[in-house]
């Protein structure tokens, strides 16, 4: 298990820029996948961005251009950078890592976005 600690969360107004962190336990170069779940009120927890041991990257339609997803493997961080935000992207962020097949969760950061 790797545990997951998130920060960087916030209220900011449309069009601005937000940068989350996620501070693994241990060296996350073992870790296969690591990525970012959101969840909003009443709405089910969907993939952001996820970002693979090769640097391969992914990201929902919706973040697509907007968001990225970056690692720095000597700090044992993933990070989210967000721009151009919108309302919609209002959520509580959450990390996530599949270390040999095993998911790990951190408990989340919110994310308010204000019109």
């Known amino acids: 298990q790797v545990m997951l600690v998130e920060s960087g969360g916030g209220l900011v107004q449309a069009g601005g820029s937000l940068r989350l962190s996620c501070a693994a336990s241990?060296?996350?170069?073992?870790?296969?996948?690591m990525g970012w779940y959101r969840q909003a009120p009443g709405k089910q927890r969907e993939l952001v961005a996820r970002?693979?041991?090769?640097?391969?990257?992914n990201y929902a339609d919706s973040v697509k251009g907007r968001f990225t997803i970056s690692r720095d493997n000597a700090k044992n961080t993933v990070y989210l950078q967000m721009n151009s935000l919108k309302p919609e992207d209002t959520a509580n962020y959450y990390c996530?890592?599949?270390?040999?097949?095993?998911?790990?969760w951190g408990k989340g950061t919110l994310v308010t976005v204000s019109s």
């Open positions: 241990r060296s996350i170069e073992s870790i296969n996948a």
């Open positions: 970002i693979t041991r090769g640097d391969s990257t």
């Open positions: 996530h890592a599949n270390r040999y097949g095993m998911d790990s």
